[in-house]
């Protein structure tokens, strides 16, 4: 059974850092993507950075979105079967859960949301003075 434990959240001062991480187990796809999303009060989830594992992709192709491109990175450590987000420059606006989900994909391109089977049960991230 696929499982996703986020970890990591926390709260911080404006201009502060946080890596969440997101330990995985049961996997038993080749080809798959593993998402980071939030959700902020009365806002709907939206997706932050995606990984892409497949057989192919040995660097691991990567999305940001818009609002955290530069300041957050996402990386992946295949022995561990962790997949983190380092948070950096970290805004007021960031504040969110965060959580991490994946779907199993071998296309080109990235899955919509409605692809995501799995996800972790959230971690919290608060960015204020």
């Known amino acids: 059974q696929v499982q996703l434990v986020e970890s990591g959240g926390g709260s911080v001062q404006p201009g502060g850092s946080l890596r969440l991480s997101c330990a995985t187990s049961?996997?038993?796809?080749?080809?798959?993507?593993i998402g980071w999303f939030r959700q902020a009060p009365g806002k709907e989830r939206e997706g932050v950075s995606f990984i892409k594992n497949s057989l192919t992709s040995t660097n691991g192709d990567r999305w940001y979105a818009d609002a955290v491109k530069g300041r957050f990175a996402i990386s992946r450590d295949t022995a561990k079967k962790t997949v983190y987000l380092q948070m950096d420059s970290l805004k007021p606006e960031d504040t969110a859960v965060y959580y991490c989900a994946t779907a199993e994909w071998a296309e080109s391109g990235w899955p919509p949301e409605y692809e995501y089977d799995y996800w972790g049960q959230g971690t919290q991230v608060t960015v204020s003075s």
């Open positions: 049961g996997f038993t796809f080749d080809y798959y993507v």
